[in-house]
Nanobody, 114 residues
Framework: QVRLVESGGGLVQAGGSLRPSCAAS????????MGWYRRAPGEQRELVAA???????NYEDSVKGRFTISRDNAKNTVYLQMNSLKPEDTAVYYC????????WGQGTQVTVSS
């Protein structure tokens, strides 16, 4: 059974950085695409960033130039480098991977104070 486990969220001041990671219990190359979603209080879940098995990436417009998604296939881990954080980035961030099925992590809280 595949499991995705996030870590690395936390509380940071506006302008700061965080780098949550997502460790998969299996080989992440088995996923066609992996990414990060977020859900802010009272908002719908949105895709923040995604990376394919070939390394192609895409980002939600509000995070372009500030967030970078990357993967370390040897460690079966996906990262989300978040720089220049803003209070509106506050949300629970969920790791996601898709192959035949969709897989989700439990979420990690990111809070950005103004």
């Amino acid at each position: 059974q595949v499991r995705l486990v996030e870590s690395g969220g936390g509380l940071v001041q506006a302008g700061g950085s965080l780098r949550p990671s997502c460790a998969a219990s299996g080989n992440i190359l088995s996923f066609n695409t992996m990414g990060w979603y977020r859900r802010a209080p009272g908002e719908q879940r949105e895709l923040v960033a995604a990376i394919t098995s070939g390394g192609a990436t895409n980002y939600e417009d509000s995070v372009k130039g500030r967030f970078t998604i990357s993967r370390d296939n040897a460690k079966n881990t996906v990262y989300l480098q978040m720089n220049s954080l803003k209070p509106e980035d506050t949300a629970v961030y969920y790791c996601w991977g898709t192959s035949v099925f969709n897989y989700w992590g439990q979420g990690t809280q990111v809070t950005v104070s103004s």
